[in-house]
């Protein structure tokens, strides 16, 4: 069981940035690709980002690419989403996933899932 937690979402100008952390609670969090999504209400879950166990392999949508930024510490259970260049469409609640493969998260699949920050983009 892997348990995720969110943090760091807000409300911020269009232009500004914010930056995501995903705390997981077990060690076992290493050996799982750890992604983001988003989701506004009333529309589908959108994949965001994501990164392999290893660090070496990231992918992004392509409405963030260039703007964010997915990284990860295996060492202190985190991932981390810089988001820059905010906006207002970046708008939604932003959820961090862990699935064991990366084509997973790519589909918008997953086995845990965090209780997701808002992240507000005002223009």
């Known amino acids: 069981q892997v348990q995720l937690v969110e943090s760091g979402g807000g409300l911020v100008q269009a232009g500004g940035s914010l930056r995501l952390s995903c705390a997981a609670s077990t060690r076992t969090s290493s050996r799982y690709e750890m992604g983001w999504f988003r989701q506004v209400p009333g529309k589908e879950r959108e994949f965001v980002a994501y990164i392999t166990w290893s660090g070496g392999n990231t992918d992004y949508a392509h409405s963030v690419k260039g703007r964010f930024t997915i990284s990860r510490d295996n060492a202190k259970n985190t991932v981390i989403l810089q988001m820059n260049n905010l906006k207002p469409e970046d708008t939604a609640v932003y959820y961090c996933?862990?699935?064991?493969?990366?084509?997973?998260?790519?589909?918008?699949?997953?086995?845990?899932r965090g209780q997701g920050t808002q992240v507000t983009v005002s223009s």
């Open positions: 996933a862990a699935a064991p493969l990366a084509a997973s998260l790519r589909k918008g699949e997953y086995d845990y």
